[in-house]
Every structure is written in structure tokens, then in C-alpha cells.
């Protein structure tokens, strides 16, 4: 269980964890151990003139230490703990990248959105999944696979298009970046809702895009 936990103030369901002291390698390896999620290193960040820029070299990197390092990323995704550890043994300041499509689906929406969302749900008395918070000021609800098939549909019975709201799914091919991965100077991914084992089972897409669209929607 990830036990370190901080909360934003007056948001009960919004716990985030700092997760301080723990390093990427330890994290990797719970990630694959206790959720049994596949992981694998991405890119990391350099100290260069007093600056922190991606190991991939570029200095307009979109996502500076936080994405795939290798273009066969997909075949290097291990879900043994054992193999994580060896992979960050090797450079243990990687940044922990989570493929999609595989034990999850992430829907992704605007962190505004998002809160407003999580107070619904909370409220419905649904279980989550995890939820991640990034520096870009996304949140992306972790569901269960199948949900990028799925979404599209879901949302224009709901009297929606997806192109009408900043709703996006992470399926099979893409990844998201794991807490406390960090996206140079913009700061470090965290848990809007932290994996424990009460939200080791994942809601269906279903149960939780009527509360999403709605919250897009209001947030356009």
C-alpha cells in the first residue's frame, strides 16, 4: 500500500500523495509489484548550466524527463519487479512511464474538470481508481482497458462529440507518466487518488464518463 499522503486542503477525495524519500526505482518496482501494473524507464533529466533539460537532448523537449526513451518501449514494459529493478539499477533517475491499453485505460481531462468530477463521483458513492495530476493540469482516471473503444460512443449518448470536449483516452500504443515522475521545471506528477488496495478493482468507463462529460462541459 503507498502509505505516504498528503490532501489539498478541503478536497476529501483529492489525496496526493508526495511520496518523499522514495526513489523512482523503489516506486517502479511497487508499481509492478503490489498493482501489477507493466512499467518501463523513459527519458530522464540532466543538470546543464544550472538548467534541467531531457536526456533525449532536445532543448524544446514537450516533455522534458517524461517520456519514452526508445522507439520499442512497448516490448520493453515489464511487469517483474525483478526486471524493474535491474532496468532502474541502470539509471535510476528514469522517469516511470505506464503503458495503456494493458491492466488500464487512462481518460484524460483538464484538472478543473477533473476536481469537479471527483466531488461528483465522491458524492455517487463510486469507487475510483487511481488518479494521477499532472503538470499540465491534466487528471487522468485510470479505468479498465477497452475504454478507448468504448468512450466515443459513451459520450455522444450523452448528447456530446468528443471533439466538443477536452476529453481524451490513453488506450493500447500510448502510456501515461507515474507519480513522482517529474516534467522539468514544470513539477512532478502526483496522485489526485492514490492506489490502495480498496480501488485495486477498476470502474468500467461507463460509470464514470456521465460525470466527466458533464464536468468538460461545464468547464469549456
Same mark, same amino acid.
Given at each position: ?34 498493482? %501489477? ?5 523513459? *527519458? ?22 517524461? %517520456? ?6 512497448? *516490448? ?50 463510486? *469507487? ?14 485510470? =479505468? ?6 468504448? =468512450? ?43 492506489? *490502495? ?24
Amino acid at each position: 500500500m503507498f502509505i505516504v499522503e498528503e490532501t489539498i486542503p478541503g478536497t476529501e477525495a483529492a489525496q496526493i500523495p508526495k511520496q518523499r524519500g522514495q526513489s523512482l526505482l523503489d516506486t517502479a518496482v511497487r508499481y509492478a509489484e503490489e498493482r %501489477h501494473w507493466d512499467v518501463f524507464p523513459g *527519458t530522464w533529466l540532466e543538470a546543464a548550466d544550472g538548467v534541467q533539460r531531457c536526456s533525449c537532448g532536445d532543448a524544446a523537449c514537450p516533455a522534458p524527463g517524461a %517520456h519514452p526513451s526508445r522507439p520499442d518501449w512497448a *516490448t520493453q514494459a515489464t511487469g517483474s519487479a525483478t526486471v524493474a529493478r535491474r532496468m532502474w539499477q541502470k539509471q535510476p533517475t528514469a522517469s516511470i512511464l505506464l503503458p495503456t491499453g494493458r491492466t488500464f485505460d487512462a481518460i484524460s481531462v483538464p484538472e478543473t474538470a477533473g476536481f469537479l468530477a471527483l466531488a461528483r463521483l465522491e458524492r455517487m458513492e463510486l *469507487t475510483l481508481g487511481p488518479v494521477t495530476l499532472t503538470p499540465s493540469r491534466r487528471m487522468e482516471f485510470f =479505468v479498465l482497458p477497452g475504454a478507448a473503444v468504448k =468512450v466515443p460512443e459513451l459520450v455522444r449518448g450523452l448528447g456530446w462529440s468528443l471533439a466538443s470536449l477536452d476529453l481524451a483516452v490513453l488506450g493500447e500504443g500510448m502510456y501515461v507518466a507515474a507519480p513522482p515522475t517529474r516534467v522539468g521545471s514544470r513539477g512532478a506528477v502526483q496522485w489526485a487518488c492514490r492506489p *490502495t488496495p480498496a480501488n485495486r478493482w477498476l470502474p468500467d468507463a461507463e460509470e464514470l464518463i456521465p460525470a466527466l462529460a458533464y464536468a468538460c462541459g461545464r468547464d469549456r
